[in-house]
């Protein structure tokens, strides 16, 4: 008896100690790492930029996250600029990266400079490994190569003479399917399908709604990979990303082998959309994209230009409900362009160009909610900035948040105020939303067209009231509505042109 006692009580004293072993161990290799961590952090990198590296592995990527869920990201800059009394850099570590943020317009400035000399594109691994060759991702000659060929469909000229109409039929056969008749819409999806369906049709001609609602869906599956570890293996986010791309890639070779053959056969002209472009336009020295780079920079155009302008148009929306003297400047702007023409006539060029007011809306909401969360930069050589030294191989990484919301750029910061915008604007490099530079957004132009064509045709068929006024916003990276905008929509009562 006393010794099935003892022995009892040595077996549990000795599962005991197993248990606080198990519990210590990881603790105490944790410390250790830590402490290594911040040693060799310190160790006689005595210029670098003040900051810290936070934690092992994480660094300051849940303080980045938590801000962005907050719906605040400016708070990740600000506060570190005031910890370290360092207004034009400091040192972090994101994504598993060292980084160096630069602040202000004096950092946008610096890399639009260096762009390829001193800085050159970078991006988290997902994204790189998602896209693999594509404009986003290749540095150097290659790139200018790259933005001229698919800038030659998407320059004003390309639109001016070819798109604007087009954008309108697809807008308002949107609008008749997806708003008109309905009481209530969920802003954020049902523009985001818009968006889509865009892109498709000036892209690659695609109409067929159960092809384009397989692709979304697809692409949707392929967006959320872009957010996650690089683990490519079954049962990640990031393993059913690289199938949905595999499956995308294969739907856009066959479409480009099959448009190829129209080609060839005379059945479509080379100004069709995108597709036929790029198969047909070469450089001077005769040089063509090859199938799989046309593939891929479609995959990289549609995803550029999806959450961003998305996000753009969601954000108007909310902003005119919150607004409704702003409301009723564009809603006269924009009656007076329907006014001077036909009944049923398409949107052109020139009418878009007279959307002074309305861009000066759009502006002012891509100042407040940015669709562009910020650019990542890569030091290709040790950088000298600001007295401190970035060294080669750091990440580089500015916020378009916090320098469209920073007090010293914009009186009265949060004041939602279009005419910021008249006259000479915004003074340089303090409002970037398309980026500058020489990896300036390509799509810019795309965009406006996109963004001014939604606008002209909602807001001449409806009024609307937000359901949930003080909807919260997370950012993920992008600004969203939590509850994706659910407004209630009121059709003008009366024919207003
Ligand atoms: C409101 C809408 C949009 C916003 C706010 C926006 C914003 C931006 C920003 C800030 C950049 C620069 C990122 C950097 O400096 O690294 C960028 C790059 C880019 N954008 Fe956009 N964009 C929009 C729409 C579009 C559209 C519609 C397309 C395609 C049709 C597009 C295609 C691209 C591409 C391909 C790049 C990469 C350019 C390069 O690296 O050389 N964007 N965009």
Known sequence: MGTREYKYGRTARGSHTQTMIQVLTPVILFIALYVFWNVYNKRS?????????????????????????????????????????????????????????LCGPAGHKFRFANENKLVGAWWPLPI???????????????????????????????????YAATMDVVTRRHIDVHWRGKEQVNVFQTVKLYAFELACRLFLSLEEPNHIAKLASLFNIFLKGLLELPINFPGTWFYS?????????????????????????????????????????????????TEKDIANNILILLFAGHDTSTTAITFLIKSL???????????????????????????????????RYSWNVVSEVMRLYPPGFGAFREALVDIEYAGYTIPKGWKIYLSYASLHKDIANFEDVTRFDPSRFEGAGPTPFTYLPFGGGPRMCIGKEFARLEILTFLHDIITNFKWELLIPEEKIEYDPMPTPVKGLPIRLHPHQVELF
């Open 45 to 101: 990198k005595t210029n670098l930029p003040p900051g810290s590296f936070g934690w092992p592995f994480l660094g300051e990527t849940l303080a980045l996250v938590r801000a962005n869920w907050d719906g605040v990201p400016e708070r990740f800059v600000e506060e570190r600029i005031e910890k370290y009394g360092s207004p034009l850099v400091f040192k972090t570590s994101l994504l598993g990266e060292r980084m160096a943020v």
């Open 241 to 289: 990303a690289i199938k949905a791309r595999d499956t995308i890639r294969m739907e856009l070779m066959m479409i480009i082998k099959a448009r190829r053959v129209e080609i060839e056969e005379g059945k479509v002209s080379s100004s069709q959309d995108l597709l036929s472009h790029l198969l047909t336009s070469s450089d001077e020295n005769g040089r063509y994209l």
């Open 321 to 355: 409900g919150e607004h409704p003297d702003v409301y009723d400047k564009v809603l006269k702007e924009q009656l007076e362009i329907s006014k001077a023409k036909q009944v049923g006539e398409l949107l052109n060029w020139e009418d878009i160009q007279k959307m």
């Open 128 to 162: 790189m490994r998602l896209f693999g060759r594509c404009l986003l991702t290749i540095r150097g000659d290659e790139t200018k190569w790259m933005r001229k060929m698919l800038l030659s469909y998407l320059s004003p000229d390309a639109f001016a003479t070819h």
